[in-house]
């Protein structure tokens, strides 16, 4: 049965949730339409630039008394955006919380909730963090013969489609080439923050559907320590009734050991996922704005300011360390299934040799994958495989990669293109290859299931007694 107050706390928190997030969008959209029918009037081809414009209307306003209604719009958009992000961050960790009451797969909240908090990055955190909150909502209902709620089919794209064009759009009305050029940007740039907005109340109510029907659920308990009952019998019989309680032991403690190890696993593939998409997003960013943030990092390198260089780089250095932790767990965890071990470090060096790493990648997922496919097969598990360009889109960008950046120092225009290209190929072919070979150690981690029926059933066989 469904507890009354949970569900009411559920609605409270996705209502507060959608009511900042429509107070903070319409304000927005409202600041961005004033502001540009207002310069339509004063500055129709917008020589000065939309920013400019709206940097001067704000002065102004602050100014002049009669200019202050055309104020309010922005401010409010600001408190309402900090409101919205607080009772955003609340319904999250609430549904993370009760998703993980009921699901053997443990999301973690606040690292969630901390991820989505970095704004600039929000098209593809918030895309990632969402669709596998809905895909372990729905593997859950689904195991309990529940309908689940899913929100159509464009939301989830809207998100990152819409997020990226905003940001396209921002950076094209801050060029401000021509007036037309500037009209089309504003007027795209509300639009994607329409479909934004939509797509963000659609997957809110979805996930708060399926929340609400998560409370029906009992708490997910371990049924290993459950207690038989046993009639004391002479002492070989004790004796063989102790061994298998010693066996059963070790097995429960080499079960909750292999559970263990594949949430490591996931928590570190999770993480190394995130970081890679921070270095990728600054990376194209630092081509959109021209080596800006490459210059200042050599600036500081250059006149004796090391600690500033480091934090420039300290993204990347993040990434690469969750990368070799990663790898390591997962080399760790696929001993158990070699005939012949291989040593994790020996596989981490292969894996860091520069300029051919392209190679050693494309060849220790490879490997990973096969070992994976045949221990799956062999205990009839299902081996979730990648496309065919997975790996050799590693193997081939890798070095069209490397070839696209000696000429990118060159400053050509078709080089940053093409650089620009390859590194989003690069990172959605990384993405789904630690996704699919984490899924399949825990796999292979997760005990089997036994349809065995139990031993202490009573015997419809009569005993002869004489």
Known sequence: MICKKCETECDLRAGKALRWLKFFFVSLVASVAIAWIACLFINPELRRGFVDFCARWLVAAIAFPFYLPFIIPPLYAIVSLCIAIFNCSKWLIHAEKELNRVSEAKLVPW????????????????????????????????????ESETPPRWALPGILGGGIAIYASFFLILSNKSPALSHISIGCFIAFLILLFASYIKIIRAITANTRSLYSLPEAVSTADTPTDTSPTDTSSDTAASTESDNGTQEQNSDDDRAEASIICQKRARKTIFWFMVCCTLFLVNIILNDTLLKLALFFLIFGAPEFFLLAMLPFLIAFYKFCRWLLCIEKELNRFRSEPVPPWGTLISALIPFIFPLGHFSIFREQLLLQREALEKNNQEFQDIPKWGLFAILVFGFFMQVSLYFYLGETIAAKIVTFIACIVLLVSYVKVIRTITANTSALLSPPETDTPPTDAPSDTPTDIS
């Open 111 to 146: 690292e969630d909730v901390s991820s989505a908090l970095i704004l600039p990055l929000f098209p593809f955190i918030h895309f990632f963090i969402l669709k596998e909150l809905l895909t372990r909502q729905k593997e859950t209902l689904d195991k309990n013969n529940l």
